[in-house]
């Protein structure tokens, strides 16, 4: 798996179905932890966030991924995963 992999190789690595995240940043800001929370995401090696789109995003979920994105780009490393689901 690419997480143990860059584990090995000395990397900090963070994993989350996007869902929990999104709830995660939700209390984050309630609590005041939002912007300890999106330093400590900025900083992590590797983000891999999977499910994505599997749920609708309010506006406010899409600013907060917005943030962690635009911290982390060309700085670190994010990986995005989601699996097709027919109908």
Do not use: P
Not at 17 to 34: Q, W
Not at 50 to 68: A, F, H, P, T, V
Request: glycine share 6%.
């Amino acid at each position: 798996m690419l997480a143990t992999q860059a584990c090995r190789h000395g990397l900090s690595v963070r994993y989350f179905r996007t869902s929990r995240l999104l709830e995660s940043l939700n209390i984050a800001h309630g609590d005041g932890r939002f912007s300890k929370l999106i330093a400590q995401l900025a900083k992590t090696d590797l983000l891999i966030l999977d499910d994505w789109g599997l749920e609708k995003m309010s506006l406010g979920q899409r600013n907060d991924l917005l943030e962690i994105m635009e911290d982390r780009h060309g700085l670190k490393s994010t990986l995005i995963t989601s699996q097709a689901h027919s109908q």
